[in-house]
Every structure is written in C-alpha cells, then in structure tokens.
C-alpha cells in the first residue's frame, strides 16, 4: 500500500510538501513516482526517482522529489506553487524500468495511493 499525505490550500508562490508511505519489503528496489491529475486532464508524471530521477518541465527548478529507503518514504517538496499545479497528486510504484517515454507512462506503474488534493490560491 502507499498513503500520501501533506496537501492542503496555500496561496500562490508558498509552499508544500507531500510524503508517501509505503507498506511491504524492498522499498529501495522500486521506482517511485508521483503523479498529479486536474480537473478535466489526464494524469501527468510530476516526477519519479530510483536509479535516476526525472521531473516534468513544468515542475522543473520548482520540484523536488527524495526518499528516504530506511522510512519507506517518498517525498515531494514543491516550491513557488502556481495555481495550474492545483490536482489531485498521487504516489505511483513500479518495479519496471525503461525509457524516458515509459516512465512518464501511467501504465507503467503497478501500485498507487489514494491521491491528495493541493489547491493552489491566486
């Protein structure tokens, strides 16, 4: 299981920080990701890290993605928040690998948490 927590309501320019934890052994050996859906879109790769690390351009410069293996925790530090990265943001975990196409691929990963809404204010 993973379970996000950490969202909220914050005004524009503020900042955020989600954290994902995940139940069952060998947390260090997975992918991990977070996603983020709005209203009306399809669920886009915020990032994702585990051997690399890669960030959407949207987020890039204002993300960040870490983890902590001794935890089983994945974290999202999110900074100079906008109102267009108001979603819902999930936890996403995969055990595959590939290329940079396949690893911003919903589909790719196998285990998600529950989501956790952020609404960014203007």
């Known amino acids: 299981d993973l379970v996000e927590s950490g969202g909220g309501l914050v005004q524009a320019g503020g900042s955020l920080s989600l954290s994902c934890v995940a139940s069952g052994p060998a947390f260090e050996a997975y992918v991990m990701g977070w996603f983020r859906q709005a209203p009306g879109k399809d669920k886009e790769l915020v990032a994702h890290t585990g051997g690399n690390t890669q960030y959407s351009d949207s987020v890039k410069g204002r993300f960040t993605i870490s983890r902590d293996n001794t935890k089983n925790t994945l974290y999202l530090h999110m900074n100079r928040l906008k109102p267009e990265d108001t979603a819902v943001y999930y936890c996403?975990?995969?055990?595959?690998?590939?290329?940079?196409?396949?690893?911003?691929?919903?589909?790719?990963?196998?285990?998600w948490g529950q989501g956790t809404q952020v609404t960014v204010s203007s």
């Open positions: 996403a975990a995969t055990n595959r690998w590939g290329t940079v196409d396949t690893m911003r691929r919903e589909s790719t990963y196998n285990w």
